[in-house]
């Protein structure tokens, strides 16, 4: 491999570990309420359900990087769209719009680093 097809194929896979830790630890907020023991265990499952399946993507990609393409840029893509039906249901605040580009701008940048190896892999 050269330099640059390593790059190409390290980058996507890295970050959407570190994309992925920084999703879970969102769900770290449930050991301030008081559910007790499986309460806990269930809400931080729930919790973790997008980093779940975002982790079962990430093992399809590492060997089928169309797979991670198209999922990360659906999941940034149905983010904002759920962020947007929310704003059409309650009042627009401009803090949402903060959110989809810390959430969505990532997952969008991932599937195409995916993508682009995905095509370098094939020509």
């Known amino acids: 491999m050269k330099k640059i097809n390593r790059f190409i194929y390290w980058t996507p896979r890295i970050l959407s570990i570190l994309f992925i830790l920084f999703l879970a630890m969102f769900s770290l907020d449930v050991f301030e309420g008081d559910y007790g023991f499986w309460g ?29 393409g198209v999922v990360f840029i659906l999941a940034g893509i149905l983010y904002i769209a759920i962020i947007l039906m929310n704003m059409l249901k309650n009042s627009f605040e ?30």
Not at 57 to 68: F, K, L, P, T
């Open 40 to 68: 806990t265990i269930a809400a931080l499952f729930i919790h973790n359900i997008p980093a779940l399946i975002l982790l079962a993507v990430i093992i399809i990609s590492w060997r089928y990087e169309i797979v991670g």
């Open 94 to 123: 401009v803090y949402m719009l903060s959110y989809s580009l810390i959430i969505a701008g990532p997952a969008i940048f991932i599937g195409v680093l995916f993508l682009l190896n995905w095509y370098k892999k094939r020509n």
